[in-house]
């Protein structure tokens, strides 16, 4: 059974303070990684697809990671408005989702 | 763009009463889904539809059902609902049914059933 799981569950930063989130699978056949954005009252707004290990895709101040078993989110010097749910999903015979990290920044 | 269109936003039932949610996406996509998502469960898969005219059982199907009624819309009905169908209820769609697409949601109906 494919599984995917995001740590932490929270994370609490300041503004301008760099980290990264996590998300480890195990799937059979990797083909490929989604990560979404999702606000309070909101569906998940997709960021990035990576395809391959090795892959990196950028977006302002994020950048998704792909290796062969996990997939990180960095975002480098955050500010307020990234506070957010930030959730991975890996294909399967459909959409397998973690269950995300709570991300809030404080100014 | 309106993109994924859900209605209504919020509804409160009583057990045994029957609804019907409503999606439509204006993207020209082939594959429509519903999930539920629940804190602390993430987003699980209720049913989607591949194509127009298709529609197939995802991870949690028990007590609900779908129609496809054309190429932009996909119903999901509770035919009578229970208070473990309390959650917040997600359409999505994609360009097609492959795995590899990413899927755009709507804003999601937030179900209470009392």
């Known amino acids: 059974e494919d599984q995917v799981t995001q740590s932490p569950e929270a994370l609490r930063l300041q503004e301008g303070e760099s980290s990264s989130l996590n998300c480890s699978y195990t799937v059979s056949g990797l083909r490929g990684l989604f990560w979404y954005r999702q606000d309070p009252g909101k569906g998940p707004e997709f960021l990035f697809t990576l395809y391959s290990a090795g892959e990196e895709k950028e977006k302002e101040r994020l950048k998704a990671t792909l290796t062969k078993k996990e997939s990180f989110l960095h975002i480098t010097a955050p500010k307020p408005e990234d506070s957010a749910t930030y959730l991975c999903?890996?294909?399967?015979?459909?959409?397998?989702f973690g269950s995300g990290t709570r991300l809030q920044v404080q100014p | 763009n309106a993109g994924v269109t859900q209605t209504p936003k919020f509804q409160v039932l009583k057990t045994g009463q029957s609804m019907t949610l409503q999606c439509a996406q204006d993207?020209?996509?082939?594959?429509m889904y519903w999930y539920r998502q629940d804190p602390g469960m993430g987003l699980r898969l209720i049913y989607y539809s591949a194509s127009e005219g298709t529609t197939d059982k995802g991870e949690v199907p028990n007590g609900y059902n779908v129609s496809r009624l054309n190429k932009r819309e996909f119903s999901l009905r509770l035919e009578s609902a229970a208070p473990s169908q309390t959650s917040v209820y997600f359409c999505?769609?994609?360009?097609?049914?492959?795995?590899?697409?990413?899927?755009?949601f709507g804003d999601g109906t937030r179900l209470s059933i009392l």
């Open positions: 993207m020209n996509h082939n594959s």
């Open positions: 999505a769609s994609s360009t097609s049914g492959g795995a590899r697409q990413p899927q755009h």
């Open positions: 999903a890996v294909p399967s015979t459909t959409l397998t």
